[in-house]
Every structure is written in structure tokens, then in C-alpha cells.
């Protein structure tokens, strides 16, 4: 019975193959995880800096009675017509 400690068989061509394989695998995986992390960070850069001076507005209106909502001077809630 073979244990840990023994030498590798003598059969190093077909595990050589296989070793070239995984690591080729292994690094198309990680080429590709790093083209998609970069790319993400990109766009989430991109998209915080180019809206950066852009200020949205909501308006909260009642569609019923057309009635909406502001803020006035002392930042009170105020409904208008």
C-alpha cells in the first residue's frame, strides 16, 4: 500500500497533461473574472461621476384631485392646487 510520503509513479506523462489543462482552465476562469470585475467597476465609476451635478426632482401629486405636495420656508410639507 502506496502512502502520501512515497514517490510519484513512474506514469508522469498523463498527469503532466492533465496538470496543463487545469492550469490553462484555471487561468481563462481568472481572465475572465478580472475582464467582468473591471468592467463593473467601470460602470459604476462612469455612472457616480457623470451624474455627479444632476439634481432629480420628484413631484408627489394626488392623481385624483391633481392636488401635489412642496416644501415650503420652514421646511414643512404644503399641499397645492
Not at 37 to 45: F, G, N, P, Q
Not at 54 to 78: F, S, T, Y
Amino acid at each position: 500500500m502506496a502512502s502520501f510520503m512515497d514517490e510519484e509513479p513512474e506514469d508522469k506523462g498523463k498527469g503532466n497533461i492533465h496538470s496543463i489543462y487545469t492550469n490553462i482552465c484555471l487561468t481563462l476562469i481568472v481572465i475572465c473574472l478580472v475582464i467582468i470585475a473591471v468592467t463593473s467597476v467601470l460602470e459604476v465609476t462612469v455612472k457616480n461621476t457623470g451624474n455627479s451635478n444632476v439634481i432629480n426632482k420628484i413631484a408627489v401629486c394626488d392623481p385624483q384631485n391633481g392636488r401635489c405636495v412642496k416644501v415650503n420656508a420652514g421646511r414643512r410639507l404644503e399641499t397645492t392646487n
